[in-house]
């Protein structure tokens, strides 16, 4: 489960190709949110592990905002996930200053 500022989401596998991805979807989330992919790839770089996460989802929004949402919380999302990144990486590697 995820909990931010913003809501909460309960998530659960569907695929498991260890060490190579993931799927997974959103069982439960508030605000309510429709989820149609999750996803997780990991691939092998010079410099460690390459991480690509992917997402599809939609809020539903009142009056047609769908785009202004989307405008708002694509970068609070991608944030938030490249915060979540940056945080496994310093504590798999100790590296404090990663990049995302």
Known sequence: MHTWLIGW????????????DFDYVVDRSFPPARHELGRMTFTEVAEGTLVVW????????????????????????????GNILAAADAALTGNRTSRR
Request: aromatic share 12%; charged share 15%.
């Open 54 to 81: 992917t997402t599809v989802c939609q809020v539903p929004a009142p009056f047609g905002a769908d785009a202004i949402t989307r405008v708002l919380a694509k970068p609070v999302i991608t944030h938030v996930f």
């Open 9 to 20: 989401f309960r998530e659960r596998i569907t695929v498991y190709n260890a060490p190579y």
